[in-house]
Antibody, heavy 113, light 112 residues
Framework: VQLVESGGGLVQPGGSLRLSCAASGFTFSGYWMSWVRQTPERGLEWAAHISQDGTVKYYVDSVRGRFTISRDNPMNSLYLEMNSLRAEDTAVYYC???????WGQGTLVTVSS | DVVMTQSPLSLPVTLGQPASISCRSSQSLVHSDGNTYLIWFQQRPGQSPRRLIFKVSNRDSGVPDRFSGSGSGTDFTLKISRVEAEDVGVYYCWQATHWPHTFGQGTKLEIK
């Protein structure tokens, strides 16, 4: 199993960013997938979760309405569209397979002017 | 949201000695399907989290048998029977029974 995140970087408050996660080594379409973020101050925080076919999505309150999780099963890819970014969204973002059995290496998002 | 409270937050342990981490939830983690989705992760310095235990007491493939999980309802424990140097890191409990899924604050294990 391999999960490789990309798309992180420095963005100004109020800006947008799109994270991607390329999955391989398993049947991607058969699993729920998550985005989990981590900061030294707040630790680990589950941010968003999507069902196998992409029709069911859950978000933590702090990102609901600003972030959108999506997936492309034929492309074995998971996405996180992040809008109206705030300083408190600064974190390492991980994609994780259902139940946290596998994680990517993470991508750093920094929101700062 | 379900609050997950770990203790201790810092755990200095002598090599070869046992270690125990407690995780308490603010409400029962028994799901309507009868399962209890309490998971333990290990995060070594500079690495991504690694799942050790799922559904309270099931060890993941490749996890040494010195790691064990127990508990029920709102009270859970991760035990390491004999700590080794490679066990240094931060340990997190995570509940996946209720939305949103929530983590404990983490317990930092270090060698004394």
């Amino acid at each position: 199993v391999q999960l490789v995140e990309s798309g992180g970087g420095l963005v100004q408050p109020g800006g947008s960013l799109r994270l991607s996660c390329a999955a391989s080594g398993f049947t991607f379409s058969g699993y729920w997938m998550s985005w989990v973020r981590q900061t030294p101050e707040r630790g680990l925080e589950w941010a968003a979760h999507i069902s196998q076919d992409g029709t069911v999505k859950y978000y933590v309150d702090s990102v609901r309405g600003r972030f959108t999780i999506s997936r492309d099963n034929p492309m074995n890819s998971l996405y996180l569209e992040m809008n109206s970014l705030r300083a408190e969204d600064t974190a390492v973002y991980y994609c994780a397979k259902d139940g946290g059995v596998d994680w990517g290496q993470g991508t750093l998002v920094t929101v700062s002017s | 949201d379900v609050v997950m409270t770990q203790s201790p937050l810092s755990l200095p342990v002598t090599l070869g000695q046992p270690a125990s981490i407690s995780c308490r939830s603010s409400q029962s983690l028994v799901h309507s399907d009868g399962n209890t989705y309490l998971i333990w992760f290990q995060q070594r310095p500079g690495q991504s989290p690694r799942r050790l235990i799922f559904k309270v007491s099931n060890r993941d493939s490749g996890v040494p048998d010195r790691f064990s999980g127990s508990g029920s309802g709102t009270d859970f424990t991760l035990k390491i029977s004999r700590v080794e140097a490679e066990d240094v890191g931060v340990y997190y409990c995570w509940q996946a029974t209720h939305w949103p899924h929530t983590f404990g604050q983490g317990t930092k294990l270090e060698i004394k």
